[in-house]
């Protein structure tokens, strides 16, 4: 085997390391270049969730609790309808329902109807033995009485068992209305349906309300969406689907703030530009003051990461 020596000065050296960077340089063409990240400028920071509560049921408004500026959790009450009327139809409709439901846990009709079929069945019994000892000692007609009298005894039993049902049925019809009335109370007090900030108050305690009329806005302000456009030649849509972001938002005195989020919505539809448009849903945070730096209604910058 040629040593190295031998093969530098016959000039065999040089000509092998052309022949690896000519194998090398194929190689090196077909690697894939990396994709720059799509960066969307003049997004749209818009709400993700807003609500105009109304009223559920038609009346005066006795109570109003919030104000312009109040934050509110879900199910938070922040008004009330007059409820005097349904608060005494609970009433009326909880007592009825108290007095039904005793009736039917007693048993005292069946106990009686029970002992006295005991009764008639002992005098039924005895003037027929009193008979078998001494014939025509009870005459036909009184034994036949006393044997209806069993027998009427017995449909006693089954008539009381009967009206303990129906009584446990008027019970569960009595606990239906007080139900229905805890219902339109409930319908009376006027809850926020999501966490967020009330921007507006429409009416005031005094006021009269309209079934469905509006009583305040609030919005959501802890989550916001940005709303962008990708370019449909340079990115498909599983390239942008679900893809974590980076938003940055330009605030006063040329301060800017970053976010980070995920793409929650991509159209399905280009527009005529040449866009599709893809929403991504950002927490929100506060400043030290208090106040929250994402605002619906801002211009923002987006980057879409590739992992």
Known sequence: MPSFRRLFRAGQIPRLILAVLLLAAPAAAQ?????????????LVSLVEEAKVSAGEAGLLVE???????????GQAIAKIDDDQPQMEKRKAQAEYEQAFAKSESDVDIRYAVAAERVAEAESNKARESHTKVPGSVTEVERERLKLNE???????????????LSKLAALSKQVEVQTAEINIKRRLIT??????????????GEWMQLGEPLAHLVRTDRLRVEGY??????????????????????????????????????????????????????????A???????????????????
């Not at 270049?33 to 997004?43: A, F, G, N, S």
């Not at 994402?294 to 992992?307: K, Y």
Request: charged share 30%; proline share 7%; with cysteine.
């Open 31 to 43: 690697q894939p270049t990396v994709k720059p990240e799509p960066v969307l400028e003049r997004c």
């Open 64 to 74: 109003v609790t919030v104000k312009p500026g109040d934050t509110v959790t879900a």
């Open 151 to 165: 027998q009427k005894s017995e449909l006693q039993i089954e008539q009381a068992q009967l009206e303990q049902s």
């Open 192 to 205: 926020s349906p999501l966490d967020g900030v009330v921007v507006d108050v429409l009416r005031h305690q």
């Open 230 to 287: 990708v370019d449909a030649a340079k990115y498909d849509p599983e390239e942008i689907r679900g893809r974590p972001v980076t938003v940055e938002v330009r605030l006063a005195n040329d301060r800017r703030e970053r976010f980070e989020g995920k793409i929650v919505f991509v159209s399905p539809l280009v527009e005529s530009g040449g866009d599709y448009r893809v929403f991504a849903e950002v927490p929100n945070r506060k400043a």
């Open 289 to 307: 003051s208090g106040e929250w730096l994402l605002r619906a209604g801002q211009t923002a910058s987006m980057t879409i990461h590739s992992r």
